[in-house]
């Protein structure tokens, strides 16, 4: 009886790690040669890990990824021009802790979008906040919040994210007013975390799809300086799956 009221108010107080231990770890042969000490950092390391995994977990959905993508799964021996040594060397995140930011440049299909998210997702469970978006999704998402009158506070959750993930740079046109809000994101999150980017557009051909001018040198200086830049070549890998299917 005793046991059972511990599990319901371990249960009240949400140490939902606690009561899996107790209820699981009670059954196990030679559990009663523990100490009470030993058993106590047994229960506590379950709930320290339970609470890790779940907020792994909601990292992982807030980020928004649209793809499972991880490092383990990327595959090298497609001739896109990857170097596993690069790919290795950004995956300790050492890049994230120095605010600096990486671009994935190259043709349609060549695997830029997977890249990103694996980084990203890398990073989610290394305990940083992601945050991944289209950049047409990005654009229409930034005028319903200034229609709402939510602007500042959307804003505000993209600053706070370690690492922000923009991806599909220049598949389409900005407009002025979109060109600015892109700014307003990448000054405000400047020194402040790091920018993932991927684009067909080299980028030596930013400045001129920002529209050239003082805008433009403003946005190219802050996502090109301290830029890890990675140029992928080679044909679409999604019409080569079509193909085989």
Same mark, same amino acid.
């Given at each position: ?8 108010? @371990? =249960?009240?107080?949400? @140490?939902?790690?606690?009561? #899996? ?50 490092l383990e799964n990327i595959? &090298? ?23 600096? =930011? ?11 979008? &997977? ?5 990203? =997702?890398?990073?989610?469970? *290394?305990?940083?906040?992601?945050? &991944?978006? *289209? /950049?047409? #999704? /990005? ?9 709402? %009158? ?31 809000? /892109? ?9 402040? %975390? ?28 802050? /996502?090109?300086? =301290?830029?890890? *830049?990675?140029? @992928?070549? %080679?044909p679409s890998e999604r019409?080569?799956?079509? #193909?085989?299917?």
């Open positions: 009886m005793l046991i059972e009221q511990t599990i319901t108010k @371990l =249960n009240q107080m949400k @140490l939902y790690g606690m009561v #899996k231990a107790v209820t699981e770890r009670l059954g196990e042969p030679g559990i009663q040669d523990l100490s009470v000490s030993e058993f106590l950092g047994l229960v506590v390391d379950e709930e320290y890990l339970d609470r890790e995994n779940r907020r792994m977990s909601a990292r992982l959905r807030g980020a928004k990824f649209k793809d499972q993508a991880s595959d &090298y021996r497609a001739d896109r021009s990857l170097k596993k040594a690069q790919m290795l060397e950004l995956s300790n995140l050492d890049w994230i802790t120095k605010k600096q =930011n990486v671009a994935f440049t190259g043709p349609s299909g060549v695997g830029k979008s &997977y890249l990103a998210q694996a980084l990203g =997702n890398a990073a989610c469970r *290394r305990g940083h906040r992601v945050s &991944y978006w *289209r /950049l047409p #999704k /990005l654009v229409t998402a930034l005028e319903q919040v200034r229609a709402n %009158g939510t602007y500042a506070q959307f804003l505000a959750r993209l600053v706070k994210a370690n690492v922000l993930i923009l991806d599909d740079l220049a598949v389409g046109e900005l407009k002025d007013t979109e060109r600015r809000d /892109l700014l307003e994101i990448i000054e405000d999150r400047y020194s402040v %975390g790091s920018t993932v980017i991927t684009s067909q557009l080299h980028t030596k051909d930013w400045h001129a799809y920002f529209g050239g001018g003082r805008l433009a040198d403003s946005i190219c200086d802050r /996502l090109v300086h =301290n830029c890890h *830049r990675i140029e @992928l070549t %080679g019409k080569g799956r079509a #193909k085989l299917d």
